[in-house]
């Protein structure tokens, strides 16, 4: 399984960014893919997930309203939506994948960098 997340950059507070996750190596149909997120000095923190076969979405209290994850099956891409950003939303961005029923995420992509310059 190859996960690789792409689409950081640096935006404004009260801007937009997208992140993609292009999932290969295997059908995704059981699993659950996640998004999370690391900060400068602080430890990772879950953000979203979803179910790939059925999609189901879970988001953290932190940006439930502002962040929207979704995927695009043709595609094997999940993305991360993110509007009205804020800078404590500034970190390092991973996406990841488990199987149902398994409870730590077990393949993680590389991070994607989003900064939020107030």
């Known amino acids: 399984v190859q996960l690789q997340a792409s689409g950081g950059g640096l935006v404004q507070a009260g801007g937009s960014l997208r992140l993609s996750c292009a999932a290969s190596g295997r059908a995704f149909s059981d699993y659950v893919m996640g998004w999370f997120r690391q900060a400068p000095g602080k430890e990772r923190e879950f953000v979203a997930a979803?179910?790939?076969?059925?999609?189901?979405?879970n988001y953290a209290d932190s940006v439930k309203g502002r962040f929207t994850i979704s995927r695009d099956n043709a595609k094997n891409t999940v993305y991360l939506q993110m509007n009205s950003l804020k800078p404590e939303d500034t970190a390092i961005y991973y996406c990841?994948?488990?199987?149902?029923?398994?409870?730590?995420?077990?393949?993680w992509g590389q991070g994607t960098l989003v900064t939020v310059s107030s």
């Open positions: 990841a994948s488990r199987r149902l029923g398994v409870v730590l995420y077990e393949f």
């Open positions: 979803l179910t790939w076969n059925g999609g189901s979405t």
